[in-house]
């Protein structure tokens, strides 16, 4: 159905409602605390709303700090071993076997080395987002269309120009959709890191509130997760349609 | 040749590591050498703990992983079937997939106790969405052409799907059947971490908290063979559904 320019997914919204209308209704029915209903859970989140949005700040301040560490180094080290083919020979197994390590398992070596502070936990995300950019950076640089290169080679680009105007747009796709799934790990990560090592952030007000039985914060904190998640999740979709318009534009090659 | 990569490689690491370790410069409280780290999964093997544990962790993460498998693709195939339940599924889809493993733990085992039904909610509810999303692109993406070719031979719509379309999207399907073995696996470490009794995530904190580190070590890599485990019993899986299409796909690539 579309209204206007808006187009309005019927299912979806009665989907959503119905399942909300079911669990208020199956709440109202047990009518305890400890089984609270979409309309409790948000009275919970506007009683709790600086604690939750100030604990949300943590979470994503953290998450950001170590994907931008990661996307800053992973980056030019993945193109640089995508071009160098006897080096990125040597670096593959080594990320092989670190992409198999799950990134929760580190967690209790980095506590010995790093406690429980910010450190630890910016670690952690790290080491669970740079290999998903480095593999997909790595698989863009190495398949660079050959013609691609001879086409700047006949048109005697210089090696930087050459590098500059078509290696890294042709390598782009790649790079974005290893950009894509380290944001996503970088929130999941970030929140699993806090209920792991509590201290703050909203892992850690989601874990207090599930302590103290006020299961209506609690699920008021996964509603914020999901929330923070899913508006992460549309930006990511329009900043990619716009930096590679002309990607999408062209389709794949 | 990659396995002759594959062994300077770990040499590599092992002789840095000794190196490090050798230099004195980090106690050997935090930074093991190689040899007590072999020492201590073999100490863990001995005792009967590492076994079980990994037991225990495998067979939670291969149940959750099957069941997730059965549960996704089912949902898909009536998503292609009847287009408003895809529809309908997809905002709840988008809502419930940014939530992380841990976050559902500390609740579920309020709900459903500290046992197998804990893990398999969270596997599911965490592994089920890569395949869900892959499958049912993958199943409206097959051309119609193919679809108006198989209903001119007669086939019903159930009969188009099985004969035609489940094997045109059966490729990008295993892709993501990879993802979402991985993701189960983890998934019940982190859970047994949070509120487990026992496996291998519970494992590894209860020696973290020990400070016995070069168990610690021993049981991050045992989690890595785990994954490497996980990945080639999908690859083996593929090979047995979809031989033809990778023989294909070798056969175009040489």
Sequence with gaps: MTLGNVRINVWGTVLLLGIG?????????????????????????????????????????????????????????????????????????????????????????????????????????????????????????????????????????????AMAQVSLPATMPAIITGIRLAIATSLLVSVTSEMLLATDGIGTFLQRSQESFEFAAGLGAIATISIAGLCINLIIKFAERRILFWYYRDGPT | MTWAYRIFALAIVISIWEMLFWSGRIPPTYLPSAPMVGAALLGLAKSGAALQAEILTLSRALVGFALTLVLGLWLAILGWVYRPVREALGPLVELLR??????????????????????????????????????????????????????????????TLWQVVLPQ?????????????????????????????????????????????????????????????FNQLVMLGSRFVAGWHLRMAEEVSR
């Design chain 2, 169 to 229: 999207a059966t490729p990008d399907i295993l892709v993501s059947v990879r993802v979402s073995a991985a993701i189960s696996f983890i998934a019940v470490v982190v859970a047994e971490m949070l509120a487990g009794r026992n496996g291998i995530g519970y494992l590894l904190f209860q020696r973290a908290f020990a400070v016995q580190t070069a168990d610690v070590f021993g049981l991050v890599l045992l989690c890595g063979v785990n994954g490497m485990l």
């Design chain 1, 21 to 161: 209308a079911g669990w208020q209704a199956l709440a109202e029915s047990y009518g305890s605390p400890v089984f609270p209903g979409p309309i409790q859970v948000a009275k919970a989140i506007v009683e709790n709303r600086d604690a939750i949005a100030g604990s949300i700040g943590i979470t994503l301040r953290r998450a950001l700090m170590a994907f931008g560490a990661a996307a800053v180094t992973m980056v030019p080290f993945g193109i640089l071993c995508g071009r160098l083919r006897w080096f990125g020979r040597i670096v593959d197994p080594f990320v092989e076997f670190l992409i198999t390590v799950p990134p929760p398992a580190v967690i209790p070596l980095v506590m010995l080395f790093a406690g429980v502070g910010d450190e630890a936990k910016i670690a952690v995300i790290f080491y669970a987002c740079a290999p998903l950019i480095l593999v997909n950076t790595m698989e863009g640089a190495r398949n660079t269309p050959p013609m691609l290169e001879q086409v700047a080679r006949s048109l005697r680009f210089s090696r930087l120009k």
């Design chain 2, 98 to 159: 940014p939530i992380p493993p841990a976050a559902l733990v500390p609740i579920t085992v309020f709900a459903l106790g500290s046992n197998i039904k804990l893990y398999l909610f969270v596997v599911v509810f965490v592994a089920i969405w890569p395949v869900y999303l892959t499958a049912s692109s993958a199943l409206s993406g097959v051309s119609p052409i193919l679809i108006q070719t198989g209903r001119s031979f007669g086939c019903s719509r159930w009969e």
